[in-house]
């Protein structure tokens, strides 16, 4: 075995960074305490393992004063943590908060910088269905019209294709087993609906709200009815 995937798989088998990954995964900074918290974990144990990710570059860190802040290091990071859990043994449902938390989860999160679960593929599949994005391999490409749609929605496809970064690729969503669009365009979008209020983030946790005017916005532009 490559030594290098060893590492990393050794890296992710312990169940305190699988943790404090999986709580990086809303591709936002968090404070080292509370990652410890998060992954119910002492704040001593929570620095070692996220020293641990960081010599990996799993992860980077921010410094502002005397406080560290850490987040997954790229979008690619967050690809392989979602592919991996796309092949992971379901785990057992413990109490209705669990089943609470995993139906919000599964319904709408952030996959890292773009939107997953159920309402990520369902968005995709609608802007495919509709001749805007195309399916080319593991890339979309967008048509003419999809260059309509996401202009007159406040996106700048030149600006997003200039990026240091994949375009518009797909990403195996874990809980749907279909792809949803991730990329510099699916990172676009996720900040053009939360700043227009079709959705909102959730309180610690990664998982998305749709608002009533959300609702109305993808029954009107997406021809979805949630």
């Known amino acids: 075995m490559n030594p290098n995937i060893a590492k990393i798989s050794s890296l992710l088998s312990d169940p305190s960074r699988s943790s404090i990954l999986l709580s990086l995964m809303?591709?936002?900074?968090?404070?080292?305490?509370?990652?410890a918290y998060l992954a119910n974990i002492k704040p001593q144990t929570a620095s070692f393992h996220l020293n641990k990710l960081l010599e990996a570059?799993?992860?980077?860190?921010?410094?502002h004063g005397r406080h560290r802040y850490y987040r997954l290091s790229n979008s690619e990071a967050a690809s392989v943590i979602e592919q991996l859990l796309s092949i992971a043994p379901?785990?057992?449902?413990?109490?209705?908060?669990?089943?609470?938390?995993?139906?919000?989860?599964?319904?709408?999160?952030?996959?890292?910088?773009?939107?997953?679960?159920?309402?990520?593929?369902?968005?995709?599949?609608?802007l495919v269905e509709q001749g805007m994005l195309r399916k080319v391999d593991l890339n979309f490409e967008v048509t003419s019209e999809g260059s309509l749609f996401f202009s007159n929605f406040g996106i700048n496809e030149e600006q997003q294709r200039n990026k240091r970064r994949a375009f518009a690729r797909c990403c195996l969503d874990w809980s749907e087993r279909q792809h949803h669009l991730a990329?510099?365009?699916?990172?676009?979008?996720?900040?053009?609906m939360l700043e227009e209020k079709w959705i909102?983030?959730?309180?610690?946790?990664?998982?998305?709200?749709?608002?009533?005017?959300?609702k109305t916005a993808f029954e009107k532009y997406l021809k979805m009815y949630i």
Do not use: W
């Open 90 to 126: 379901k785990e057992k449902v413990t109490s209705l908060k669990d089943s609470k938390e995993k139906s919000d989860l599964h319904f709408a999160r952030t996959c890292y910088d773009h939107l997953a679960g159920y309402v990520g593929v369902q968005i995709t599949n609608s």
């Open 200 to 214: 909102v983030r959730m309180p610690k946790t990664r998982a998305i709200k749709i608002t009533q005017s959300g």
């Open 26 to 35: 809303d591709g936002r900074i968090h404070p080292a305490g509370e990652l």
């Open 57 to 63: 570059k799993l992860i980077s860190v921010e410094k």
């Open 183 to 192: 990329g510099a365009l699916g990172n676009a979008l996720l900040v053009r």
